[in-house]
């Protein structure tokens, strides 16, 4: 995808929009699944990065299965065509009704709390398989919000714990199929994550019914020029070199599963923005831009930073500025940047937008939501239409008390 498809983009369909980049996500598909040294491995797509349907299909066609972290994701999972048997549901504090419709629908169930646990021995007996989430207490990750291994996460149960869960599977006949981590996002090198499956190896050696583990996903992607990124032929090579040892000491094969997220569509995808208004201030210049915290949230919400580009007008003097939103918060996009110099009009490009982008936008200040368009090749279509006041508008009840006579 180039600049010349991003530009015709902004022409067609107008800003803002994220624009996908369907080889990208190929190729990162690929590249994860040929990382583990010819190890088959199961990759489910953690969709709550980016859930468009036609994002979904694609990753259909490559061979992925999907994480869904909400039964509402479930139903979208099935409805772009996915089998049951495809899907890992990996919820965190549902209600246990929840877990029943999922159980129902036939998706994996991945469950994190021991009251969970012993509700859902008390339900299913031996009669329903499930994975239980180990939190293993490893510190991984670029940032605390996004670390979710951790001491204090809320996630999984705590791998001191695992005497306890055997007790409870023991007692209600539950078969444990499958054990499960996740860290958190940004993990950057092999030795964490390796530390995080021997500690899962050891807890593996305690359930004989095991077919699959789950080592989650965090695998980071270079956000800035010189960013350290998941090292993730390194990552692939050893944990495929231990896994190998696992299995023939636990005395079977067992199958390796991830759920990446971040990794297969974050550089893919491009958010377009137009600049609205050039402000000279006292200490800096502004570019303010149709967009804001409300359809990119990431450098808000975590600190993230995201290179931006000026695609209008790439041959002009280099100027600093600091990228700023139109919503009525400090939403800074990008802080003190060096772009080839902004004209009122001039359409930026911010990289890295394909994953926790749309997915996390929002109507903050009755803003509508972006549209979505995919680039396949010379081939550029929308796939998700520009919001309207209608659809802003579209669930509110007006009380017949207080419509104001006229
Ligand atoms: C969010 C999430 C992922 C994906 O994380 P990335 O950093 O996007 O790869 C995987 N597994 C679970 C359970 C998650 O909640």
């Known amino acids: ?109 991945n469950i994190d709390n021991l009251t969970i646990l012993e509700e859902f021995g008390h339900v299913y007996g031996n009669s329903v398989p499930c994975c239980v989430r180990i939190n293993p207490h490893i510190m991984a990750g670029g940032n605390s919000n996004i670390s979710v291994g951790h001491i204090d996460s809320k996630f999984g149960i705590s791998i001191h714990q695992v005497r306890h869960i055997k007790r409870i599977t023991e007692n209600y006949g539950i078969r444990v199929n499958g054990l499960h981590m996740h860290t958190g996002s940004d993990i950057v090198d092999a030795e964490v994550f390796l530390r995080g499956a021997d500690l899962l190896y050891e807890a593996a050696n305690s359930f004989p019914d095991l077919e699959f583990l789950d080592f989650g996903s965090g695998f980071k992607v270079a956000y800035k020029e010189g960013d350290y990124v998941a090292e993730i032929e390194k990552i692939g090579f050893d944990i495929a070199q231990s896994f190998r040892k696992f299995c023939s000491e636990y005395g079977r094969e067992l199958e390796l599963w991830f759920e990446p997220g971040k990794y297969i569509v974050s550089e893919s995808g491009q958010f377009l923005v137009k600049s609205n208004v050039i402000k000279q ?3 800096t210049v502004f570019v303010g831009v ?117």
């Open 1 to 109: 995808m180039t600049n010349k498809h991003l530009l015709e983009v902004s022409e067609k369909f107008g800003t803002p929009t994220y624009v996908y980049d369907a080889n990208k996500i190929r190729l990162q598909y690929k590249r994860l699944e040929n990382a583990f040294d010819k190890l088959p491995v199961k990759l489910h797509y953690a969709m709550k990065a980016l859930s468009n349907i036609n994002i979904l299909r694609l990753l259909k066609k490559e061979g992925a299965g999907l994480d869904a972290v909400s039964i509402e994701e479930v139903y979208l999972g099935l409805r772009a065509g996915f089998e049951p048997s495809a899907i890992m549901y990996t919820p965190n504090c549902v209600d246990f009704s929840e877990i029943q419709e999922a159980v129902e629908i036939g998706v994996h169930i």
């Open 281 to 283: 201030t006292t200490s």
């Open 290 to 406: 149709n967009s804001g915290q409300n359809h990119l949230i990431r450098p808000m919400f975590y600190n993230a930073y995201h290179y931006i580009e000026n695609i209008s007008n790439p041959d002009g003097t280099p100027r600093l500025y600091s990228v700023v939103g139109y919503i009525c918060e400090s939403d800074t996009l990008g802080y003190d940047r060096i772009l080839s110099e902004v004209n009122v009009g001039d359409i930026l490009a911010i990289k890295n937008a394909g994953a926790y982008g749309f997915s996390m936008a929002n109507n903050y200040n009755s803003r509508l939501r972006p549209a979505e368009v995919l680039v396949d090749g010379e081939s550029i279509q929308l796939i998700r239409k520009r919001e309207t006041l209608e659809d802003l508008i579209a669930n509110e009840v007006e009380i017949e008390s207080l419509i104001l006579a006229d």
